[in-house]
C-alpha cells in the first residue's frame, strides 16, 4: 500500500537525507555553546579553537543539510501546511545566520573571539535549536513526515 | 523565500560592515605621539596582500642625491646584510619553519599570506659577496654557511661569528678573508623556536665592547591566541653574556623586535618593532625605539603605554602600570624589519648619524603601508624631524608589489644595502654621479 504520510523529496535510496545530516550541525553547535562557556571560565584557548572548528564543521555540513531540507519543504505541500515545518524552517534558518556570524567573531584573536559575542551566539543558537529539533522531532513522529509506510 | 532574500542581504551587510573603517593618513600617525584612533575589531579577519609581479628590469626609485644598483639578484629569499671588516657582504637567505594550523582561520591565512611571499622556496644559508674593485658589483660569490636553521641576524666579534637561527645562537670561529666555513657552530645559548615559531626571525647584535649579544625574540602570537605557554621568554630582547651563553630578558613587552642596533654616539640600544594586528587599519603603530634595560613596552596586555588590549585574559594591571610608551612612531603595519645607523661616507652629509629603517609592508590595511626604506633624522641620540622616503617604487599600480624590504646595512664604500626578499635581489644605494 502506497504511503500517504507527507513525502522526502531529497532521499537516499528512499531515505530523507536531511534526518541523517541535520543531527551533525546540531551536535556542533551545542559543543559549540558548551567549549566556549568552558573557554569564558578558563581562558584556555584549547577550547576556542575546539569552538572554532566546531562552527566550522557544524556550517559545512549543514549547508547539505538546508539544501536537503529546502527540498522537502518545497517538494510537497502537506509539509508546508504544517506549522511545525514553518517553526523548523524558519528557526533553523536564523540559528544558520547566527552561526555563520558567530564563525566570523571566532577567528578573532585570543578572549574577544568568544566573551561577549561569540558565548551570546553560542547560547542564543542553542536556544533556537531546541524549539526547531522539537519541531522537527513532531514533524516525524506526530505527522509521519518522510515516513515510508505505516504498518496496517 | 523572501525570508531567505533578507536573510542573504542581512549577511552581506554584516560582511561589508566585516571590512572596517577607512584608513586614514598614515603621516598622522609619524613621531612621538602618533594618533590612535579607537579600536575596531573585525568579523572577516582583515588581509590585503600585494600581489607579487617582480622587478622584470626595473629598478626601485631613490631620493635625488642617489643613485641605485642590484647589487645581487637572482637570491632565495634573502632578508638581512652583515657586512664583515674586510667589506665582504653576507647575504642571509632565509625562511620560517611551516605554521601549524591550530584553527581553520589559519588554513586561509597560511594561503593567503604566501601569495604575498616569493615563490622561490627560501635558502636555509649565508652567502658571500666580495667587491674587491668597489664598483657595487661583486666579482666572488660563494657560499659562507649553507644548512642552517631559520637563519637572521648576524654579528661578528673579534673572530668569533655569531649566527642567530630561529632557535639558537651559534658560534662560528672565522678569520679574516674567509669565504666558507665548514666547522660545526658551537650553540651559545637556545632561543624559543618551535614546535610553534610564530615570528621566527632572530634579530643580533653585540654591545660595543663585545662582551654582550642582544637577541630579539618576537612574540609566539598576533595577540596570544596560542595561550601564555607559548610566550614564555618571547617578545623580548634578550641579553646573553658572551662568555657563558647566560642570558636574561633585557626588555620585554617588544611584540616582534627587529634590526637591533648600537646608535654610534649614545651607545644606546635601538630596535624597529612590530606592533599588533586586527584591531584596524590604523592600529596599533608600528615604532622605532631606544630599548631601556629593564623596560616593560605593553605586550601583550596594552599598547602605546597603558591602552589596554581587549583580547588578551586574565590582565595583568600590575605589568601595565609599568608599560612605557616608544620613543618614535612609524605608522601601522608598516612592518619595520631594518634598521641601520648611517655612519659611512659616500651618501650626501644630510644622511650622516641618522636612521634608515627598511619598511617590508603591510598585509592588513586596503590601502597598503610601508613597502619602503625611509630615513629618520637624529640629533644628540634621538630622531629630530620627520622620516623621508629615500627608496620607494617596491609597488606598483598601487597593490602589486615587485619587492619588499627587509634587512639593510652599511657597506665598506658607504652605500646603503637593502635585502628584497619579494624580488629575491639585493640593491645598493650610493651618491649620484
Known amino acids: 500500500m502506497p504511503s500517504t504520510n507527507p513525502r522526502s523529496t531529497a532521499t537516499l535510496r528512499s531515505l530523507p537525507v536531511h534526518a541523517l545530516l541535520v543531527p551533525i550541525p546540531l551536535v556542533c553547535f551545542a559543543l559549540t555553546f558548551l567549549t566556549d562557556l568552558t573557554y569564558s571560565f578558563t581562558a584556555a584557548m584549547l577550547w576556542a579553537d575546539m569552538s572554532a572548528w566546531l562552527l566550522s564543521i557544524g556550517l559545512i555540513v549543514a549547508v547539505f543539510a538546508v539544501l536537503a531540507g529546502l527540498a522537502d519543504f518545497l517538494g510537497d505541500a502537506s509539509i508546508r501546511r504544517l506549522r511545525a515545518a514553518w517553526i523548523h524552517l524558519l528557526g533553523n534558518f536564523a540559528a544558520l545566520v547566527l552561526a555563520i556570524l558567530n564563525a566570523l567573531i571566532h577567528t578573532r584573536d585570543a578572549y574577544t573571539s568568544v566573551v561577549p559575542g561569540g558565548l551570546t551566539l553560542s547560547t542564543l543558537v542553542v536556544v533556537i535549536l531546541a524549539v526547531t529539533a522539537w519541531n522537527g522531532w513532531m514533524m516525524v513522529h506526530r505527522h509521519a513526515v518522510g515516513i515510508l509506510e505505516i504498518r496496517s | 523565500m523572501k525570508c531567505v532574500l533578507s536573510g542573504m542581504g542581512l549577511i552581506i551587510l554584516l560582511l561589508l560592515a566585516a571590512c572596517g573603517p577607512r584608513p586614514i593618513d598614515p603621516r598622522l600617525q609619524l613621531g612621538r605621539h602618533p594618533y590612535l584612533p579607537p579600536l575596531h575589531q573585525y568579523l572577516l579577519p582583515p588581509m590585503h596582500v600585494a600581489k607579487v609581479v617582480g622587478w622584470n628590469g626595473a629598478v626601485p626609485t631613490v631620493a635625488p642625491g642617489l643613485k641605485i644598483q642590484a647589487f645581487a639578484s637572482g637570491l632565495a629569499n634573502p632578508r638581512s646584510l652583515y657586512v664583515l671588516p674586510n667589506g665582504d657582504v653576507l647575504v642571509v637567505e632565509t625562511g620560517g619553519p611551516a605554521a601549524p594550523v591550530s584553527r581553520p582561520k589559519e588554513l586561509v591565512m597560511n594561503w593567503v599570506e ?21 664598483d657595487g658589483v661583486p666579482d666572488l660569490k660563494t657560499v659562507f654557511l649553507d644548512h642552517l636553521h631559520s637563519p637572521f641576524g648576524v654579528v661578528l666579534v673579534g673572530n668569533d661569528l655569531y649566527v642567530a637561527d630561529t632557535d639558537a645562537v651559534v658560534r662560528f670561529p672565522y678569520t679574516p678573508g674567509q669565504t666558507q666555513i665548514t666547522t660545526a657552530g658551537t650553540t651559545l645559548c637556545e632561543l624559543p623556536g618551535g614546535p610553534i615559531d610564530h615570528h621566527w626571525t632572530k634579530s643580533l647584535t653585540a654591545s660595543p665592547d663585545g662582551t654582550k649579544l642582544y637577541a630579539g625574540v618576537g612574540s609566539n602570537s598576533n595577540i596570544t591566541e596560542n595561550g601564555m605557554q607559548a610566550e614564555i621568554g618571547r617578545a623580548s630582547i634578550w641579553e646573553i653574556d658572551r662568555a657563558t651563553g647566560a642570558h636574561r630578558e633585557y626588555a620585554t613587552g617588544l611584540r616582534n623586535p627587529n634590526g637591533l642596533q648600537f646608535e654610534p654616539q649614545t651607545h644606546i640600544l635601538w630596535a624597529v618593532i612590530n606592533e599588533r594586528d586586527e584591531l584596524g587599519p590604523d592600529l596599533v603603530p608600528d615604532y622605532l625605539t631606544s630599548i631601556k634595560d629593564g623596560a616593560f613596552y605593553g605586550w601583550p596586555y596594552s599598547y602605546y603605554g597603558q591602552h589596554l588590549d581587549p583580547r588578551v585574559k586574565p590582565q595583568r594591571p600590575d605589568l601595565v602600570a609599568k608599560a612605557i610608551a616608544p620613543d618614535y612612531a612609524l605608522s601601522s603595519h608598516v612592518a619595520p624589519l631594518g634598521l641601520v645607523f648611517y655612519g659611512g661616507a659616500n651618501l650626501p652629509v644630510r644622511y650622516r648619524g641618522g636612521a634608515f629603517v627598511g619598511e617590508h609592508g603591510s598585509w592588513d590595511r586596503s590601502i597598503l603601508n610601508g613597502y619602503k626604506v625611509i630615513f629618520l633624522p637624529f640629533e644628540n641620540g634621538q630622531p629630530a624631524g620627520l622620516p623621508e622616503d629615500v627608496v620607494t617604487g617596491f609597488l606598483v599600480d598601487g597593490d602589486k608589489a615587485r619587492g619588499r624590504p627587509v634587512g ?10 637593502i635585502a628584497d626578499d619579494t624580488g629575491n635581489s639585493v640593491w645598493r644605494v650610493s651618491a649620484a654621479d
Open chain 2, 114 to 134: 604566501k601569495m604575498a611571499h616569493s615563490r622561490t622556496k627560501p635558502g636555509q644559508r649565508i652567502l658571500l659577496f666580495r667587491d674587491t674593485k668597489a
Open chain 2, 408 to 417: 639593510l646595512a652599511v657597506d665598506a664604500a658607504g652605500a646603503l644595502l
